[in-house]
């Protein structure tokens, strides 16, 4: 079964827009990450936080962490046509890695 | 730093047939997993290896999949007999152990037709 929850599945943004793409969860976690899939490529990954960890930034990208309502959000700066793609969150639960649906961001030129 | 390889990256078969999957984790990584990752949807883990011992292998239909991890390095996921939902891209993957990042191979494309 998958353990995390992306919300919305699809979002249509234009370039230079912000992209906001959340992820809830089930049960308690280790740490949580964010890849990226390009159509018909693997995944890549972009930032992991640790459950006592509230904020993580990485260039462009920002992800929170809220342990009580058990959710997680990646933020998208100033986003460009080549940010286009699948967004998946990842939740460690301490056996394995378990991923959600993903979110499909399209970023209109 | 090579990456996750995997092979081949394409296959086609017919159902009932069987096909099998190799993978060559970044060397030196401990865990090792394969994921199932129908289109649209997100990945699905069938089992996951550290080392050569199985951690996880709750979600592989046992009756039809089987993978192993010869010396703790490469592996090989196999399907027999195959049958249409099993058209999927699978993918390999690879962290130095179970904390950490993990890397994922560009996957191999299953259609069962």
């Known amino acids: 079964s998958q353990q995390g929850e992306e919300d919305p599945q699809a979002l249509s943004i234009q370039e230079g827009e912000n992209a906001t793409m959340n992820c809830s969860y089930k049960t308690s976690i280790n740490n949580l990450q964010w890849y990226r899939q390009n159509s018909g490529r693997g995944l890549v990954h972009l930032i992991l936080i640790r459950s006592n960890e509230r904020e993580k930034h990485s260039g462009r990208l920002r992800v929170t962490l809220d342990t009580s309502k058990k959710s997680s959000s ?36 | 730093e090579a990456g996750v390889a995997q092979s081949p990256r394409y296959k086609i078969i017919e159902k009932r047939q069987s096909v099998a999957f190799w993978c060559n984790p970044i060397s030196g990584h401990a865990t090792l997993y394969w994921y199932q990752q129908i289109l649209g949807q997100g990945p699905k883990l069938l089992i996951q290896f550290q080392n050569n011992g199985v951690v996880d292998d709750s979600q592989l239909p046992k009756d039809r999949f089987s993978a192993e991890r010869l010396k703790g390095v490469d592996s090989t996921l196999k399907i027999q007999p195959a049958k249409l939902e ?17 890397y994922f191979g560009e996957g191999s494309w299953l259609t069962v037709v």
């Open chain 1, 74 to 109: 990646l933020l998208i700066t100033a986003s460009r046509a080549a940010d286009t793609a699948s967004y998946f969150c990842a939740t460690d639960a301490g056996n394995d890695m378990r991923f959600g649906a993903g979110t499909r961001l399209t970023v209109k030129p």
């Open chain 2, 86 to 102: 099993d058209s999927a891209v699978y993918l390999c993957a690879s962290s130095p152990d179970r904390v950490h990042t993990i």
